[in-house]
Structure formats: structure tokens, C-alpha cells
């Protein structure tokens, strides 16, 4: 039979604002954490990604942050633009190699 | 990213019948994963090999099966495809070392009739 698939969380941004995106994790043993952005019709990308040793990480526009005591993590984009608007997936790696996926966020930046 | 290519890019196929996606990289990696995407569910391991001899079942493989052709090429195959494997499939690699970060296919979108 047909499937239905969930609503994704949304989060809608005006231009120029800034984006907080969060992401639970649930494994304690996890040490390495990334950031994946898949824009409509193309596969995910790389963004960034931050090892447990460390709270804050920075690229260009975006920040990972960490926290471990709640297990939770952000991805915060500077100075929203149109071309950030995507979904937006958390992923954590402990002891297995294979990084576990969240269902992902959806951005929307309105100009 | 065009280091990873996935072919078809779309198939629409009616149930019972053999289907095989194709994933090809230039990227000289030797780990590379197959994953299924449903709406609203984030992404779900179907199979992954560390080498080209390697061979691993993830979560949710019943009803599919892979073959490692070279270090380079990874194909997934529907045996027999039902409606609910209708869904968008990609194909990533990861170099093995380090932080080991994949790097993903543009996609098969399929659909089983």
C-alpha cells in the first residue's frame, strides 16, 4: 500500500536573519558528530562537524555547537540566504563506523 | 557531488520485476554504502562494504542485495521490487580513516508500481 511519510520539523527564516537548527541525539558513547544539508532533487552534503572533545566549532556563516550533558547539538547559519534553504540532518558516530541519521530539518528562508 | 555517480537517476517498475541501481566513484574510496530516503524519515542503512571482499548488512536489508564489482563500483539490486521499496535511493563513500565523512550520490528516485 502507499506509504505516509511524516511532516519534517520546519523552521522558516526571513533573509538575513539568523537560523538555530537543533538536533537530540541519543547515544552517550558517540564521538563525532556532522552536519549534513540536502537541497531539493540532490543528495546530502558536508557542511561541518565537531568531535566530542569540543563544544563549538566554526566554518564559513555556520557554527556547530554541542552539548553533551543534554546530548544535544545546533547548527547555527549566519546572515540567512535563499540558497540555505534545504533540509538540514544531524549525524552521530560512536563505536560502530556507520553514523546513525536524525529525520532532519527543514529550512525555510523567505526573502 | 560528481565524484559519485548513480544511475538511473529515475525508474518507475511494476511489482515482481529485477531491478539494479548503479553507483560508480572517482573518489579512490574504499568504503561505500547503499541508503534508502522516505519522506520525513531521514536516511536508513540498506548495506555497506569496507573493501572490495566486504560485505555487511545494515538496518533494513531484507529485500535487497548488493555486489562490489571493484573498488569503484557499488550496485544494489531489488530482487523482486514491491511498492513499499518505492523510495529515493542513494549511494555514498567514505575514504576509511580520519574523520571518515561520507560524501554522497545525487540519487535513483524509484518507483514500484
Known amino acids: 500500500g502507499e506509504s505516509v511519510g511524516l511532516h519534517l520539523p520546519t523552521l522558516s527564516v526571513q533573509e538575513g536573519d539568523n537560523s538555530i537548527i537543533n538536533c537530540a541525539y541519543s547515544?552517550?558513547?558517540?564521538?563525532?558528530f556532522i552536519w549534513y544539508k540536502q537541497e531539493s532533487g540532490k543528495g546530502p552534503q558536508f557542511i561541518i562537524d565537531?568531535?566530542?572533545?569540543?563544544d563549538k566549532r566554526q566554518g564559513q556563516r555556520v557554527t556547530v555547537l554541542l552539548n553533551k550533558t543534554v546530548k544535544h547539538l545546533s547548527l547555527q547559519i549566519a546572515a540567512t540566504q535563499p540558497g540555505d534553504s534545504a533540509v538540514y540532518f544531524c549525524?552521530?558516530?560512536?563505536?560502530?563506523?556507520?553514523?546513525?541519521f536524525g529525520r532532519g530539518t527543514s529550512l525555510i528562508v523567505h526573502p | 557531488d560528481a565524484d559519485v555517480t548513480q544511475t538511473p537517476r529515475n525508474r518507475i517498475t511494476k511489482t515482481g520485476k529485477r531491478i539494479m541501481l548503479e553507483c560508480s566513484q572517482t573518489?579512490?574510496?574504499?568504503?561505500m554504502y547503499w541508503y534508502r530516503q522516505d519522506p520525513g524519515l531521514g536516511l536508513r542503512l540498506i548495506y555497506y562494504?569496507?573493501?572490495?571482499?566486504?560485505?555487511n548488512k545494515g538496518e533494513i536489508s531484507d529485500g535487497y542485495s548488493v555486489s562490489r564489482q571493484a573498488q569503484a563500483k557499488f550496485s544494489l539490486s531489488l530482487e523482486s521490487a514491491i511498492p513499499n521499496q518505492t523510495a529515493l535511493y542513494f549511494c555514498?563513500?567514505?575514504?576509511?580513516?580520519?574523520?571518515?565523512?561520507?560524501?554522497f550520490g545525487p540519487g535513483t528516485r524509484l518507483t514500484v508500481l
Open positions: 555514498a563513500t567514505s575514504e576509511g580513516y580520519g574523520t571518515d565523512t561520507q560524501y
Open positions: 547515544n552517550s558513547a558517540s564521538d563525532y
Open positions: 565537531i568531535r566530542s572533545n569540543m
Open positions: 549525524a552521530e558516530k560512536g563505536g560502530s563506523y556507520i553514523p546513525t
Open positions: 573518489k579512490g574510496h574504499d568504503r
Open positions: 562494504s569496507f573493501d572490495v571482499k566486504d560485505i
